[in-house]
């Protein structure tokens, strides 16, 4: 059973920056892509982020195009998120997600394992 932790969201003002970390344990972690998700109040799971499992092609949602960068570190078991030029429609829940195999993947479906999640607010 694999377990993914985040962390690094918090409260930041808008034009800031945070990088979110997602530390995975107990199970296969290389050889499978990851993704970033968020939620935000009353609206559905989005796909913000994907990286496959050597972090050689990324893809990402057209909203964060630019001012996002998903990859990963085999080595450490951890995938990350920067997020730079935020604004406040980036305010949600961030989401880490493992997927079933090895490339990367925009639909939630394709993800076995998620993480608790962790809030980036970002004020105007």
């Known amino acids: 059973q694999v377990q993914l932790v985040e962390s690094g969201g918090g409260l930041v003002q808008a034009g800031g920056s945070l990088r979110l970390s997602c530390a995975a344990s107990?199970?296969?972690?290389?050889?499978?892509?990851m993704g970033w998700f968020r939620q935000a109040p009353k609206k559905e799971r989005e796909f913000v982020a994907a990286v496959t499992w050597n972090g050689g092609s990324t893809d990402y949602a057209d909203s964060v195009k630019g001012r996002f960068t998903i990859s990963r570190d085999n080595a450490k078991n951890t995938a990350y998120l920067q997020m730079n030029s935020l604004t406040p429609e980036d305010t949600a829940v961030y989401y880490c997600?493992?997927?079933?195999?090895?490339?990367?993947?925009?639909?939630?479906?394709?993800?076995?394992?998620w993480g608790q999640g962790t809030q980036v607010t970002v004020s105007s």
């Open positions: 997600a493992r997927a079933r195999s090895g490339g990367r993947y925009s639909s939630v479906g394709e993800y076995v394992y």
């Open positions: 107990g199970g296969a972690f290389q050889g499978y892509g």
